[in-house]
């Protein structure tokens, strides 16, 4: 009575343990989107072998057929066939079967040979985004990026058929149970899939043009810290992470990589004299002689000669290195390094992958003059990229220090609700909103006036500053090799978006940053103007135009002007009636297509609207 009735439940699990085998079903891995749905990261069903040893009744001719099927010797697949193991899966050449190779074995319709639901990792956009999103081993765990970061909410929960056998493995003629495996939760990320091409094309043309020895790029919202876009040369396709090496795969530049900044730091430098008002931008001045002797070291300026007599704000514009080590010594070496501290460098920034730098800053006892010269205009200190875009992000949102993430929500697979929301950190305030204001334009007149022009766009107020930093290798500096570099902020009044851009060593090519970064830089900024709708405005520093720059004017601004001058003067000059032609040309094709009319129909409204905006314009 005991047996059967008190303890039935006890012995009844025990006896079904004995009995029941379970063939794995693999859960399907979490999906990886853009911030706009689209998919970055995916599945492909696939098939693997599972073998059921003791149901297998000619191990011989089943070693042979599969080894025949799967490329393998027969010792190989004897190994399989003969273990003594309740379930065998043969791995690894037995994973991931193409169709046509899984319908070779289900055609052979052999006792205790199986075939399972496995799902392999797909990269829709191969080596995009590469090393932010990471890979998948052989087993779909995450090896690195947001694979390996957030591998505990994309793996699942594996399933299986649960079959019944007796004690030498042959199957019973009891029910198999199905155990519905759990799949994981889709991450949607910060990520932009339009800023992030543009970010990947531009990469490709700076390989192409410069042949760099790397090459990167990071776009953030500077009002949450979301990444909008991060890439880097070399990258690599996660669907064939095989074929890579571990530095290629593992080396994630944005947030690894640690070099002297360059000009880029003097953003912070100025930050950090305005708000501790050591210097006014506007009325205070330097006179730039072309080098400054500090102790043993002259520092030189890039301008032969100097600037001569300069406000601060155009020591700004012009990058000028001694009137960046007269706002250090004005500063003091306890002030900056705080403000280094402040802004982060030294310490990682936190953001949410895997194998993040620290940089290098000195230690204050080991601070003398020409150390705290050179720290003032970024020569000697080392920082990531991903503290430079964060540090300056502070610079110019009003002050606040966030920590960079990539993560943006966490989804449930199937109804795409959002279970978990990551939204901004702020870290600590860095400067007050009076200085962040003052850099958000003295960074716009450094694109408008000073070396950023060629990243200048007109009608969007655009700004930045150009970097140029000597390389070092043990202790010292290489000759003609530099990293270039560029920041953008968009717009510069209500920034946006923040652009950092960074090319070691380029190649074949003046080492200008009018040359090298900020053609880049602009193109970049132009696509993300489009992807975030950002809308022209009036009210911006209008760029200080040299012989050498290009102006572009609006199609409908050509038409309309040059029709206002024919009807005021009555004629044209042959050159100016093609131009109006051509114009007129063009504008009635975009319309055309725009407003899905016909060409005649296009021709009369713009006449009509010249006329009427004539009338406007005379009155």
């Not at 530049?253 to 730091?265: F, K």
């Not at 200085?435 to 007109?458: F, H, N, Q």
């Not at 043990?474 to 000759?479: E, Q, R």
């Not at 009369?604 to 905006?613: A, P």
Request: hydrophobic fraction near 35%; charge should be negative.
């Amino acid at each position: 009575f005991y047996v059967q009735v008190v303890d039935y439940k006890k012995l009844s699990n025990l006896a079904s343990d004995l009995w029941s085998r379970n063939l794995p079903i693999e859960a399907s891995r979490g999906r990886i989107l853009d911030r706009n749905g689209v998919v970055l990261a995916d599945n492909i069903t696939t098939t693997s072998l599972v073998l059921i040893p003791n149901q297998i009744k000619n191990k011989k001719e089943v070693t042979t057929k599969l080894a025949e099927i799967l490329g393998v010797s027969f010792d190989e697949m004897k190994e399989h066939v003969y273990k003594e193991t309740s379930i065998e899966r043969v791995h690894p050449e037995g994973r991931r079967l193409s169709y046509e190779v899984a319908d070779k074995i289900e055609a052979l319709n052999f006792d205790g040979v199986y075939l399972v639901k496995e799902s392999k990792r797909y990269y829709p956009y191969e080596e995009m985004l590469s090393h932010v999103l990471g890979y998948v081993g052989i087993d779909n765990q995450g090896l690195s990026g947001i694979e390996l970061q957030y591998d505990d909410y994309l793996m699942g929960e594996n399933g299986a058929i649960k079959y019944f056998s007796d004690a030498k493995g042959n199957k019973l003629e009891l029910t198999d149970l199905y155990i519905e495996p759990q799949d994981g939760m889709d991450l949607q990320l910060s990520i932009d899939i339009n800023i992030q091409k543009s970010v990947e094309r531009e990469l490709d043309n700076v390989v192409d043009m410069f042949n760099p020895d790397m090459a990167l790029a990071v776009v953030m919202d500077p009002k949450t810290g979301e990444i909008l876009a991060m890439s880097s040369r070399p990258n690599f396709d996660p669907n064939n992470y095989q074929n890579y090496t571990q530095e290629e795969l593992s080396r994630n530049l944005p947030i690894w990589a640690s070099y002297e900044p360059g000009s880029t730091q003097k953003i912070v430098t100025t930050a950090a004299a305005v708000e501790e008002g050591v210097v006014d931008l506007f009325k205070d001045e330097f006179t730039d002689t072309g080098s400054v002797q500090v102790d043993t070291a002259r520092i030189k300026c890039w301008k032969a000669g100097g600037h001569g007599h300069q406000t601060f704000l155009q020591v700004l514009q012009n990058s000028c290195n001694p009137g960046f080590v007269k706002m250090g010594q004005l500063l003091g070496k306890e002030r900056l390094f705080h403000y280094l501290d402040l802004f982060g460098f030294g310490n990682k920034t936190g953001i949410d992958l895997n194998g993040e730098g620290e940089g290098i800053i000195f230690p204050l006892e080991n601070v003398g003059n020409i150390e705290l010269a050179t720290t003032a205009f970024g020569q000697g200190i080392s920082v990531t990229p991903i503290q430079q875009i964060t540090a300056i992000s502070a610079v110019i949102n009003g002050g606040n220090l966030l920590k960079p993430f990539v993560l943006k929500n966490i989804l449930e697979p199937e109804t795409g609700n959002v279970m978990e929301h990551n939204s901004k950190t702020k870290v600590r305030k860095v400067i007050s909103e009076e200085t962040s204001e003052i850099m958000r334009y003295a960074l716009e007149t450094v694109v408008a006036l000073g070396g950023g022009k060629s990243a200048y766009i007109d009608g969007y107020r655009i700004g930045g500053k150009t970097g140029t930093a000597q390389k070092a290798v043990n202790g010292a500096y290489l000759a003609n090799n530099y990293i270039m570099s560029f920041v953008g902020i968009v717009p510069s009044n209500d920034p946006e978006a923040v652009l950092y851009i960074a090319i070691d060593n380029p190649k074949d090519t003046a080492l200008l940053s009018s040359y090298t970064t900020t053609p880049i830089a602009r193109r970049i900024l132009l696509d993300i103007i489009d992807a975030l709708d950002i809308e022209k405005q009036e009210g911006g520093v209008e760029k200080d135009y040299e012989w050498t720059d290009k102006v572009y004017y609006e199609v409908a601004d050509v038409v309309r002007n040059l029709a206002f001058k024919q009807k005021e003067k009555g004629s044209l000059s042959t050159g100016e009636k093609k131009m109006l032609l051509n114009a007129k040309q063009i504008l009635v094709s975009e319309l055309v297509l725009a407003e899905h009319s016909s060409k005649e129909e296009i021709e009369k409204l713009i006449d009509n609207k010249i006329d009427m905006s004539f009338k406007e314009y005379r009155v």
